[in-house]
Structure formats: structure tokens, C-alpha cells
């Protein structure tokens, strides 16, 4: 397998592709080698789609020998989650009941990215319905972080964040609901980005809160893939227009971070932080300023983000778990417990988070953006933990228990998403045990450029983007 093209990006492979030094046949052979070599050991594939793959690759040749003007992720592979639907390719949602289920249309988003080129490699590994905060499914096993594989990669999108670190691919689709991109890409170590609500349309959508996302190595592939899949649909009520903006223009625009004003929340509020999460972030928030930013440190008066998550989120899992129930199926004692007590909520207490305690979140970061560009936070409380199935986290960090471990990974996520805001993670740093750890930049409502040209400013101040996981 050839070493010098695991680790390029999506953009340096479209400029090798157009100046016809490197192929998309040998880029998608490299790929499906690495994918054969890493796969055992971090499971991240649910179905592999090689000779369709290779189809594909000898047709981007042809056609880039050709001479034609191509689109710039034309002939790169890309990996997909196991939650978008892919006509013709098997989408098993991470459930049995759905094991040999093949979508007949294509998730929009997906429509967008095989229009504009990209190959699939296949679908990638995510639990039951995405209902669970690690990657650990009845269908498909247990995925693992790349630096320690027997430590959890994340969740929902961890085997997206898995592969792509890895070296499979530069490219990874996801989704994110409440940090389900964010997430895994910091217990990874890649980049991950929650879009605007609406930014990404999603067909027949009924909830305003979650959208599909990238997640890569650089910030610039990134910004590659919001190019080609932003912009309204008509079968999505909630998406939003075209603003015109070019994020990958954005991403190499040239600069540091000079002239932004940051305020910085540690995450203390509602919950411990690992005292290494701590040290990192405080390490980003210098690198931060010696780039050129004012950072300032605040924090972000929010509703109990784990009180919000059952409120919000509570009743959507009961309907899952009563089909898994009804087909004799495994449940996850978590998703059990939590469709079991929203099913004890009242009407008004789910109606209240969906209305005003929503409200109050968003409110809570427009009190910051009133006086800040941008808001950093860790992306989680702690690094990569050991697979416990279910359970979402240690059961203490630094000495304190905690309650609900199975739900304070996304405590720092869940409510920027809430709030319709967009956000990204990008590596910051590295325990002592050789784990990344994420920042998570957030910007005022549809600010998606400023957050994609600060998180590209801030990769390019650093290093750990260089680094990559003996595997």
C-alpha cells in the first residue's frame, strides 16, 4: 500500500489528479488497502462497496485524461454513515430489524456528493438509530478511537471519525443532532463540523435540530464538502438559501486570527472536565492568542444540558425502541432507561423544551456574540475512554461521580445544536496516553464562514493536524 497516499488530503488530491501525477484509481486501491489493513482492528465498516469503487475510479481516469474541467472532489473517496440513505447501497441504520434493508432514493446530501464525484468506499459503523453516544451496535460490534482501539471512538459518527483518521479516506459524511460529529471527531482526532440548522438540506425533514455533516483531516476538505452540499431543497422545509459564500476559498484564505474577539468556557458548569482536557484546551486558548485572537474567558449560563437532553430527546427514543422490542431485538439497557422515563414526562415538559427552554439556550449565547465573534469550549469533558457497551463514559472524572455517564460526553455539544448554531471540533492537543483532544468553536447564528476560516486559521498555528496513529 502506498504510505504517501493515505495521508493527503482531499484537495491535494484534486490538484495531483489535474496535474496527472497521482490517479483515482491508485488513490481508491491505496484506500481499500488501508481499509483491509485497519478495519479488524477498529471496525468501522458495515458494508464495503470496493468493486463499485473501482468502477468508478477507472472512470475518473478516463475522464481526467480526457482533459475536462472537473469538479474539485471529482474521483475522492469519501466514506458515508450508515444513517444517510444511498439507493442501491444497503443502509442498515446500525439495526438488525434493517440488516438487508436497500434504500431505493439518496439522502439529499448524498444526491449532492456522488453528483459532484466523490466515491464510495462504503458505509460506516454507528449504533441503533444513531440513539447511543459511542459507536457500539447489536449489528456490528464495538468501533474504537485509531490511537488506542480499545478505547470507544465516539458517537453516532464513530465509524466515519475512525476511518477517516485512520488513513482510509479523507473524506467522512456524518450526522449530528445534539454532537454526534463533533464528538467523534474529538475522541479521534479529526475535524468535524456541525452546520447551521438548515444549512444541509434533508429531505422530508422533521427535526430542526440535527443535520449531516463532514468530517476529515483538514479543515479545508471540510469546507470542500459544505461547497457541495449546501443550499436549499424543496422537499426540506427548514433549509435554508443560498448565501453564495465559498468555504474552501475561506478555509485558504491567507491570515491569522487577528482582530477576533473569542470567549473561552472551560465547561465547568453543569460537570467535571478531566483535568488533560483542561490542560489542552487552556494550551489551545495561548495558541489562540498568539495567533493573533483576543481571547477572553466566560461562561455560558445554560439549562442543565442533561435535564434538556431526556426533556428534548427523551420521547424519540421510544418509538425505535418499541420496534426493536416488537422484533424480538437486543435494546440497549440506556435506550431502555431513557424511552422508559420519557415516556413519565409530561405533555408540557416536552412541549417546554422544544419551545422556551430552546429559547433560553439560544438566548444564552447571543448575550456572549453580543460582545464576542466566536466561543471555544473543550469539545468533550474527556478523551477516548474505555468500551463499556452502552455506558457513554467513565463512571467518575478527577474523583467526581457522575450521575448520567452514559450522557455527559455530549453535555458540551448537545447545546449548540439546540440553538441552531453552527460549530466545529478540531484537535488541540494530546493526553499523556497519546489522545486527541477537541476544541470546539461556535458561531452566532448562520456564521458557518467564521467558523470554518477560524478553525482553518487556528490548523494552520498548530501541528496536531500532521500527526497521524501508528496503525
Known amino acids: 500500500m ?3 497516499l493515505t495521508w493527503l488530503s482531499a484537495h491535494e488530491l484534486g490538484q495531483l489528479y489535474r496535474s496527472r501525477q497521482v490517479s483515482p484509481v491508485e488513490v481508491v486501491g491505496a484506500a481499500l488497502d488501508r481499509l483491509e489493513q485497519v478495519d479488524a482492528r477498529l471496525n468501522v465498516m458495515v458494508t464495503v462497496t470496493a468493486d463499485a469503487a473501482r468502477e468508478q475510479a477507472l472512470k475518473a481516469e478516463r475522464r481526467f485524461a480526457s482533459g475536462e474541467e ?18 442501491g447501497v444497503r443502509t442498515t441504520y446500525g439495526c438488525v430489524a434493517y440488516a438487508d434493508h436497500v434504500p431505493d432514493e439518496d439522502a439529499a446530501a448524498w444526491s449532492r456528493l456522488r453528483d459532484a464525484g466523490t466515491i464510495l468506499l462504503g458505509k460506516t459503523t454507528t449504533p441503533e438509530f444513531g440513539l447511543l453516544g459511542v459507536t457500539e451496535s447489536k449489528l456490528t460490534g464495538t468501533t474504537g478511537t485509531p490511537w488506542d482501539p480499545a478505547r470507544a471512538a465516539g458517537g453516532s459518527s ?8 485512520a488513513g482510509v479516506a479523507p473524506l467522512a459524511w456524518g450526522s449530528d443532532g445534539g454532537g454526534s460529529i463533533r464528538v467523534p471527531a474529538s475522541l479521534c482526532g479529526a475535524v468535524g463540523v456541525k452546520p447551521s440548522s438548515g444549512r444541509i438540506p434533508h429531505i422530508g425533514n422533521t427535526e430542526p435540530d440535527s443535520t449531516e455533516g463532514p468530517i476529515t483531516r483538514r479543515v479545508v476538505d471540510a469546507a470542500l464538502l459544505l461547497d457541495v452540499t449546501v ?3 424543496p422537499l426540506d422545509r427548514l433549509s435554508l438559501p443560498t448565501t453564495g459564500e465559498r468555504y474552501a476559498e475561506t478555509a485558504l484564505a491567507q491570515g491569522d486570527l487577528s482582530g477576533l474577539r473569542i470567549a473561552a468556557d472551560h465547561g465547568l458548569q453543569h460537570g467535571p472536565v478531566d ?14 492568542r498568539a495567533a493573533g485572537a483576543v481571547v477572553e474567558e466566560t461562561q455560558v449560563e445554560l439549562p442543565d444540558p442533561l435535564e434538556f437532553f431526556l426533556a428534548y430527546w427523551g420521547t424519540e427514543y421510544i418509538p425505535f425502541v418499541e420496534l426493536m422490542n416488537a422484533a424480538g431485538l437486543d435494546v440497549w439497557p440506556l435506550a431502555a432507561d431513557i424511552a422508559e422515563r420519557a415516556a413519565r414526562l409530561s405533555p408540557s415538559d416536552v412541549g417546554r423544551a422544544g419551545r422556551e427552554t430552546k429559547t433560553d439556550i439560544y ?21 477516548a475512554f474505555p468500551h463499556a457497551g452502552d455506558v457513554g463514559g467513565p463512571a467518575t472524572v478527577d474523583g467526581q461521580s457522575l450521575a448520567e455517564p452514559g450522557l455527559h460526553l455530549h453535555r458540551l455539544t448537545e447545546p449548540p445544536s439546540h440553538a441552531g448554531l453552527p460549530a466545529i471540533s478540531v484537535p488541540c492537543g494530546f493526553t499523556s496516553a497519546g489522545l486527541p483532544i477537541g476544541l470546539q468553536i461556535i458561531g452566532p447564528q448562520h456564521a458557518d464562514a467564521a467558523v470554518v476560516s477560524a478553525a482553518a486559521r487556528y490548523e494552520r498555528a498548530t501541528k496536531w493536524w500532521t500527526l497521524h496513529p501508528a496503525m
Do not use: W
Open 2 to 4: 502506498n504510505d504517501d
Open 70 to 87: 472537473l469538479p474539485p472532489l471529482y474521483g475522492v473517496p469519501i466514506t458515508v454513515k450508515d444513517l444517510t440513505d444511498t439507493a
Open 158 to 165: 464513530g465509524g466515519a471519525a475512525a476511518s477517516t483518521v
Open 231 to 233: 443550499g436549499p431543497h
Open 275 to 288: 483535568r488533560e482536557t483542561r490542560r489542552a484546551f487552556s494550551a489551545a486558548l495561548e495558541d489562540l
Open 363 to 383: 438566548l444564552a449565547y447571543a448575550r456572549v456574540f453580543a460582545d464576542f465573534d466566536l466561543l471555544v469550549t473543550p469539545t468533550t469533558p474527556f478523551p
